[in-house]
């Protein structure tokens, strides 16, 4: 098991994922923070479940909490470096349901409220879980150990 997350962790960039992680980790931290907790003039955990029913994605509530809880606290191991892969797995697979869910009808361009940012966090994502954290990250730290 002990090599497993050895190899999860490990990376052997430079410091360019870097670059992505921060950034893409504050977005969707910020994103997921809406979801949770209603900050940034998010509509909280019982508003984005109600709505997320709407769009037939069910139960609602179960559905926000994950979508919330990934966005946010993957965000955050990004900002970290910390479980990166998983974490940017997890975001690609988040980032999948909601371009097909909500943006695809709408065309590519944001405008339109299409899938085109959608797209933007998944490519980001798919390339953060390729490289991995980077050196700046706690998982070169941890995975040298």
Do not use: C
Request: proline share 3%; glycine share 14%; hydrophobic share 55%.
């Amino acid at each position: 098991m002990k090599t497993l997350v050895k190899k999860v962790m490990a990376t052997d960039t430079g410091f360019s994922p870097l670059t992505l992680r921060i950034p893409v980790g504050v977005i969707f931290a910020a994103h997921g923070a809406q979801k949770l907790f209603g900050w940034f003039g998010g509509y909280g955990l019982e508003d984005t479940g109600q709505w997320m029913a709407s769009m037939g994605l069910t139960p609602g509530h179960l559905m926000a909490l994950l979508a919330g809880s990934t966005e946010f606290f993957g965000g955050l191991a990004l900002i970290l470096g910390l479980l990166v892969r998983p974490a940017a797995a997890a975001l690609a697979f988040t980032m999948v349901i909601a371009i097909f869910t909500v943006h695809i009808g709408n065309g590519l361009f944001l405008s339109n409220n299409g899938y085109e940012f959608g797209l933007a966090l998944l490519a980001a994502s798919v390339a953060l879980a390729i490289s991995g954290a980077g050196r700046a990250s706690i998982d070169a730290v941890l995975s040298k150990n």
